[in-house]
């Protein structure tokens, strides 16, 4: 279904004469643009984008389905969207109430005509097109060639933040517009708290290392996680027992991944893998969520969300273990659900690897 057929049956099934979208992430479908200025308003009969001199010149060079309006201090957003609502008679208005501040939601009810109910939006970008598939799939392959990349460029003595910004170089060299958050790299133990933003500590020997990142690409997230031993001799490391018992509950997680599974039915394999080991208080966290345009989209594998998964939608997973004082562990990976399981997007292995040495070859 197109965006605007999607559009016009949420208008239908909720009895709305017209929808205003305002956020970025629910804009781009229609407009191209990742931006959060202007509006999209969809009516039953008429499709309109409202932009003002900074990227009118932009869509009017791209814009062929739409009505282009380009507001200015003569003519406000407000106004142009009135003159729209009078001239189609409009009246029940929906508005992404979710993506709009208390402020932004006062301003909106006090300047537009007609009555304002708020919808939401998100749920149309659940299950992606084939084209956003595409796209996300380029932004995997950045980030799996970058992990590679990082997992041969650490050294001891480097710090968290040299590593963090020849990650992002790296990505960036390879198409990607802007790391899709910041940059967590967690050492030793740093590797205790899962949003450990790389740190002007100094990576050490023997330690693991956490780095979790992703790349925008043309709009579109990855997210990906691996722990690394960084470059030791061989001796029995402390937490190589923790880093099997989390790569054993992602696998089962993924392992549980196909269409009409309940999100909280892949929470739980993962969940239970870590709790029969005695580390359930130690993964407090959910065990993954859904990327698009946002890194975190719903639904969530979750204890609590009862979504059941269809083919096209795009999730993580991504258990952890983490101890307090000594370290942790987390693996990270994007799936897409497919018509009978799912397809992990990332080729890089997740076997207790040692920074800077060979892969190992597979059989
Ligand atoms: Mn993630």
Redesign the pocket.
Known sequence: MSPLSAIRSLLASQQLDAVLISSRQNKFCHTGLLSSSGYVLITARSQHIIVDFRYYAELAAKTTHYQLHCSDAAHSPWQIINQIVAAEGLQRIGFEGNHLSYDESQRLASQLAGSLQSTNLDGLRRIKTPQEIATIRQACRIADNACEHIRQFIQPGMTEQQVAAELEWFMRQQGAEKPSFDTIIASGVRGAMPHGKASDKVINAGELVTL?FGAQYQGYCS?MTRTFLVAAAATPHPLYDIYQIVLQAQLAAIAAIRPGVPCQVVDAAAREVIKAHGYGEQFGHNT??AIGID?HENPRFSPSDTTLLQPGMLL?V?PGIYLPNLGGVRI?DVVLVTESGCEVLYQMPKTWLTTGEDLPREH
Do not use: L, S, Y
Request: charged content about 50%; aromatic content about 0%.
């Open positions: 979790d997210d993954g969520h890194v993580t991504e990270e």
